[in-house]
């Protein structure tokens, strides 16, 4: 098949879906209820089928293995239904979707080629949609391609018509009849994947994500319930899912002792010159209208009046290693009991100023002071001629990214490896040629598809085929 031919018959397909969606929004108003939602019901089959271009195109570039030896990346083409470990890398940064949802269409048009053809022909059809398909496939996991093709052929005539909310227990109920051993094992196995995971919310929350045995998960939720239940009736206005939330912290931290670290960016205003120098030290003169201020919104910050020792330490500034003495005015050393700025967590969100003031009062929380110079929120860079980089370019470096640099990967840079950009010689070992890559993104960029380049300022720009290019952020922007 012809790549060119198949791209402009996308491209007018979308064209004539987005004349009809234009169209609709202008004139749609004329339309009764009856009328809207038939129409609703009719573009749904459009989007099923085009779900099925996307998952089965997945599958064809999923087959491809590519495996890292010398000189370069050598590929192996699998038989339709493999699926290689970077597949989901490579449906993320093709789709602009993140590795999970682009790693499942890539899985589902996998599974449906090889073991549920039925399926399959039911959604390139557009009469099921993809998320039918993905239940009947996730309901079928563990079972081998002979069971999944009984499945498939008993099911998929009774899919279109099915209730989407009775289709993962009848799957479920006919793999379990037509391999009862193949179900049983599988179960054993995904108990031993019980997992809690966490990522960043809306501001000043963060979301939790558990998956845990049956029996134990029915356990704890009766635990929380009754615990919230109580709750409630002390305080009357809870919600339940305040009370829930409430009643969960409490169960888990009981005879916990809570610590915690976090790496603390400090943006710092002034424009007091330094005086006398101390050790490589110089000292900003304070007066009574001195203050600091949020640089991110340019209000004064404070939480209670200064103590005398937190005031000296917040009149000395660094000097850093090739910043010459005005840059080094605009930063400042903050004790740990004072700050001056909310700051980012990776992989859990945002703290605001006055919640990292009390967190720094309530737990033994061990502050890693990032210093930023105020209007970019940066710190200094040092060099070195060897391989690996010292402590205070890692520390840099992975303050400035905060995750891991792959679009759309969430990892903490902490927990992520240091990649040069431009291969070390030729490249240096310094703040601007590293950026954090967690071990999966950093084996993916050695098969050199996709290649990063990575800007002074922090951005990495990854460069694909066919000029495809996705840009990722640090989360502290260097100046240039």
């Known amino acids: 098949m012809d790549r060119g031919t198949i791209s402009r018959r996308i491209a007018a397909l979308r064209e004539e879906c987005a004349a009809l969606g234009r169209e609709l929004a202008d004139r749609g108003r004329g339309l009764s209820a009856e009328d809207a939602f038939g129409l609703a019901g009719e573009a749904q089959g459009l989007a099923n089928a085009a779900d099925s271009l996307v998952a089965v195109a997945g599958a064809w570039g999923a087959r491809v293995e590519t495996t890292l030896r010398e000189p370069g990346p050598w590929e192996r083409v699998h038989p339709l239904g493999f699926v290689d470990a970077m597949a989901a890398t490579e449906m993320s940064l093709a789709c602009g979707l993140t590795e999970g949802v682009a790693g499942r269409k890539a899985a589902l048009g996998a599974a449906l080629g090889e073991r549920f053809p039925a399926v399959r022909d039911l959604l390139v059809s557009g009469d099921v949609a993809a998320v039918t398909a993905h239940k009947v496939v996730d309901a079928c996991a563990g079972l081998d391609a002979d069971a999944c093709v009984q499945v498939d052929a008993e099911l998929a005539g009774r899919l279109p018509?099915?209730?989407?909310?009775?289709?993962?227990?009848?799957?479920?109920?006919?793999?379990?009849?037509?391999?009862?051993?193949?179900?049983?094992?599988?179960?054993?196995?995904?108990?031993?994947?019980?997992?809690?995971?966490?990522?960043?919310?809306?501001?000043?929350?963060?979301?939790?994500?558990?998956?845990?045995?049956?029996?134990?998960?029915?356990?704890m939720w009766s635990a929380v319930d009754s615990l919230a239940g109580e709750y409630r009736q002390i305080d009357d206005t809870l919600s339940v899912p305040e009370s829930r939330a409430d009643a969960l912290a409490d169960l888990v931290l009981r005879n916990v002792t809570v610590s915690a670290?976090?790496?603390?960016?400090?943006?710092?205003?002034?424009?007091?010159?330094?005086?006398?120098?101390?050790?490589?030290?110089?000292?900003?003169?304070?007066?009574?209208?001195?203050?600091?201020?949020?640089?991110?919104?340019?209000e004064e910050v404070r939480y209670g009046d200064l103590d005398p020792a937190s005031r000296e330490e917040l009149s000395w500034v660094e000097e850093p290693a090739e910043l010459d003495g005005d840059i080094a005015r605009?930063?400042?050393?903050?004790?740990?009991?004072?700050?001056?700025?909310?700051?980012?967590?990776?992989?859990?969100?945002?703290?605001?100023?006055?919640?990292?003031?009390?967190?720094?009062?309530?737990?033994?929380?061990?502050v890693s002071r990032a210093v930023l110079e105020a209007d970019t929120g940066t710190l200094a860079s040092l060099t070195t001629s060897a391989y690996r980089p010292p402590t205070a370019i890692s520390d840099f470096v992975k303050t400035r990214d905060g995750t891991c640099r792959m679009w759309g990967c969430t990892r903490p840079a902490e927990r992520c490896d240091l990649d040069?950009?431009?291969?070390w010689p030729d490249g240096t070992t310094t703040a601007d040629n590293l950026e954090s890559l967690c071990r999966r993104h950093h084996r993916f960029?050695?098969?050199?598809?996709?290649?990063?380049?990575?800007?002074?300022?922090g951005t990495t720009t990854w460069h694909g085929p066919n000029g495809a290019t996705r840009t990722t952020e640090p989360q502290h922007r260097v100046p240039a």
């Open 161 to 219: 018509a099915m209730d989407p909310a009775r289709v993962t227990g009848e799957a479920r109920r006919v793999a379990g009849r037509v391999a009862a051993d193949q179900v049983a094992a599988h179960a054993a196995k995904t108990r031993r994947g019980r997992c809690v995971e966490t990522r960043a919310g809306v501001d000043g929350l963060t979301d939790w994500f558990a998956s845990l045995p049956t029996a134990t998960s029915s356990a």
């Open 261 to 298: 670290q976090v790496t603390l960016g400090v943006p710092v205003v002034t424009d007091r010159p330094p005086a006398t120098p101390r050790g490589g030290r110089f000292r900003v003169e304070w007066d009574d209208d001195d203050t600091l201020f949020d640089a991110v919104t340019g």
């Open 330 to 366: 605009t930063m400042a050393v903050v004790s740990p009991g004072y700050a001056v700025s909310g700051t980012e967590i990776p992989g859990l969100g945002w703290v605001e100023p006055a919640t990292l003031a009390n967190l720094l009062k309530l737990l033994p929380m061990e």
């Open 420 to 423: 040069h950009a431009r291969p």
């Open 445 to 457: 960029k050695q098969t050199q598809r996709w290649r990063p380049a990575l800007s002074p300022d």
